[in-house]
C-alpha cells in the first residue's frame, strides 16, 4: 500500500507532500498513547498497530532518559540500518504533542527527512481545524474501541 490514509482528512495533503519530499518508504503520525491518526506505506493493520506501540514506548522512554541526562527529554531520535534509517521525532502544534516516525533509505537523507519534518509540523498547524479540541489523556476503557476504529477508517473497513 503506497497511499496515505488519514483518520482525519486535514492530515492527508500535508503528509502526502513530506512523503513525496523526503523520499519516505513508510511514515505515521499518533498520539503520544499509541493511537494512530495517520499512515504511509504499511500493508496491514498489524504492523501499524506493533509500530504505534513501538513508537510510543520509544518515545516515552526516550523522554525520561533525557530528563534523567540533561533535564529535557529528548525529542529526536535517528537509527541507522543496514538499508533503511529511522526518524522518530515530535510534532508539537495546537493541537498538542504527537510522535511522528518515518522510515527511509538510501535515496534520502537524515538532513532531508528532518528539513521536511519541520515543514510537516508548520503545515499541519497551519491545516488543522481551528477549533481546537481540549487535549485529553486517552482513557484505558475507551482506547481499544478508539485504536479499532482509526484503522478501520485508515485501511477501508469503516
Known amino acids: 500500500m503506497n497511499a496515505v490514509t488519514v483518520v482525519e482528512s486535514w492530515i492527508e495533503r500535508p503528509l502526502k507532500q513530506f512523503v513525496t519530499d523526503a523520499g519516505a518508504e513508510l511514515a505515521l503520525l499518533l498520539h503520544p498513547s499509541g493511537q494512530v491518526l495517520a499512515q504511509h506505506g504499511f500493508a496491514r493493520a498489524v ?18 532518559l533525557g530528563r534523567l541526562l540533561d533535564g529535557q527529554p529528548f525529542r529526536g531520535l535517528h537509527h541507522v540500518g543496514r538499508e533503511r534509517q529511522i526518524f522518530l521525532a515530535e510534532a508539537l502544534w495546537p493541537r498538542g504533542a504527537y510522535i511522528f516516525l518515518t522510515v527511509f533509505g538510501a535515496e534520502s537523507s537524515l538532513g532531508l527527512v528532518r528539513l521536511y519534518f519541520d515543514e510537516l509540523v ?8 481551528k477549533e481546537v479540541a481540549p487535549t ?14 482509526n484503522l478501520a477508517v485508515l485501511f477501508g473497513r469503516a
Open 47 to 64: 504492523d501499524v498497530m506493533s509500530a504505534c506501540a513501538l513508537a510510543a514506548g520509544i518515545h516515552a522512554s526516550a523522554g525520561e
Open 122 to 129: 508548520l503545515s499541519l498547524a497551519a491545516a488543522a481545524p
Open 136 to 149: 485529553t489523556p486517552a482513557l484505558a476503557e475507551h482506547f481499544e474501541r478508539d485504536l479499532n476504529r
